[in-house]
């Protein structure tokens, strides 16, 4: 029976930033996670950690100076600071993985689990790692809440993890594309000659005493049409092959590029076209909504009678009922399957025991030089989710690379807290519906990816109306869960095409303010900000323009301009022991109406607000936190 007992989270759950700056006005920068993970930087010396995660991590990564490193549990020089994370890989894998993962983390390999098992153990784990065995379902997902950071599946399909619940649950997904396809590919290749060729069922008879040398005459490929279906990765790297063979080879993938196909000598036909002239088909799409048993018997009763069909992609893309109706009246001649509906299949299942058909379970992607390359795939990907970064591999978050991560980060922290602030200056009762996010840009709309800014708008918006924890993998999700509309605008500016973004205004409609001079002429909030100096600034309130560095926490006054006021507010700020780190004071015109910025370190009693609010020419007041 699994374990209950956890040790602690890697992370904690709450965290300032403090970047390699020894500036005092920089350790105060809020976080930047993208994955709910808070990764505690120090040092990169793994392997696999290059200059580039480096870069990317010290800009982005969120470090809790008062994080300690617990007992025995800790993990220094590897990118992690506190406790190692504890990662279960619930099927084998690679050693050569392992030893990556072993060297950051607890590894615990438990294979075979139950469903319930699975649940127990992962609500002490910080990632885990599947193959095609597991079935990581919505409970899985329910039973990690909290903890569950990332999901490495240690391979390409991920029809056996609910991506929908893993995005609901803001854990990243991740796969080893790569790694395995030669070897896909060359077990397709291996069922089509021995299907062709009648090995297996030769191979046995023989075994049993038997010498059936008529019995076993095949059919040969050269010269024969081979339909590939779906001409990805494994698809092409089996036509590539067939056509060494001396096929004819066509393809059809409604998503191929057709030079691709033609690169390789491959014509891009119609599904119908492919299955009414293939003399082989060999599948190799992936199983989706769409793909699911899409050789059903309509299908069947559409390909050349007497076709020979090879399956290393997924069983549920046929309909195995009727695979076996199209064998038994002759309609197919053959079949080699690797993956079925369910497996293993059922001891007694017609199909697998069906004369006419050649099976292996799931062995497309073994070999020894595969599973050592997907092992070490996966580690790094997972390492690299657990560490904050955003993994090339990521299946249900926007793949952003470094160098854009890198970019942006200064952008990622001012879009967040824009999106914070917005939302502390809706009045109470006002449900938000709608908020826009206009970037302005010198670039073009090719040159920018708003996708991080957006999520962090929108982190910025909800988290502090909600107990959700937002991020990069779930943020579009909420919004929508939540009714919040989050539309985006470019506006093309005449600034530096150096720097991705000129400014961020944040504008949420149809809203009551307490601070109605947040209220633009447009007639909705509106706040705009920009990256000084590396830092976010507040650029503008409403049709105010002020200029305040967005650190510690603020307070907007709308006032009469006149003078003396800095200094009055001021003092009563000292008075109560709140240090002010910045002030700006932004007007319509000269001695009409005013809004003053005042970034203050400390969080002001109310005794402070009450003071500042009896000052007469003050009209209005409000104290964000950042
Ligand atoms: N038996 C085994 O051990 C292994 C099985 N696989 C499976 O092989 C399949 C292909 O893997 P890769 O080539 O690496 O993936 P891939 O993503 O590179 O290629 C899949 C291709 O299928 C195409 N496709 C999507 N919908 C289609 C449709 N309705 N009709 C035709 N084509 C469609 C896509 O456009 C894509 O080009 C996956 O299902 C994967 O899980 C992969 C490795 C090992
Ligand atoms: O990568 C894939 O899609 C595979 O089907 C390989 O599955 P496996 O990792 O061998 O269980």
Redesign the pocket.
Known sequence: MASSACTKPIFPSSFTLSSSSSSESKSKLSHVSFINTIPIYRKLSHASSSKRSLAVNSVLKTVDPTATSVGSSKSEDVGFLGEKPTILVSEKLGEAGLKVLRSVGHVECAYELSQEELCTKISCCDALIV???TKVTREVFEAGKGRLKVVGR????IDNVDLQAATEFGCLVVNAPTA?TIAAAEHGIALLAAMARNIAQADASTKAGKWQRSKYVGVSMVGKTLAVMGFGKVGSEVARRAKGLGMHVIAHDPYAPADRARAIGVELVSFDQAIATADFISLHMPLTATTNKIFNDDTFAKVKKGVRIVNVARGGVIDEDALVRALDNGIVAQAALDVFTEEPPSKDSKLVQHENVTVTP?L???TKEAQEGVAIEIAEAVLGALKGELSATAVNAPMVAPEVLSELAPYVVLAEKLGRLAVQLVSGGSGIKSVKVVYRSARGPDDLDTRLLRAMVTKGIIEPISNTIVNLVNADFIAKQKGLRISEERVVVDSSPEQPVDSIQVQISSVDSKFASAISEGGHISIDGKVKFGDPHLTCVGSFDVDVSLQGNLILCRQVDQPGMIGRVGNILGEQNVNVSFMSVGRTSRRKKAIMAIGVDEEPNKQALDNIGAVPAIEEFVFLKL
């Open positions: 193959r095609s065995g240690a391979g390409v399909g395995n799931h497309g992607a073994s």
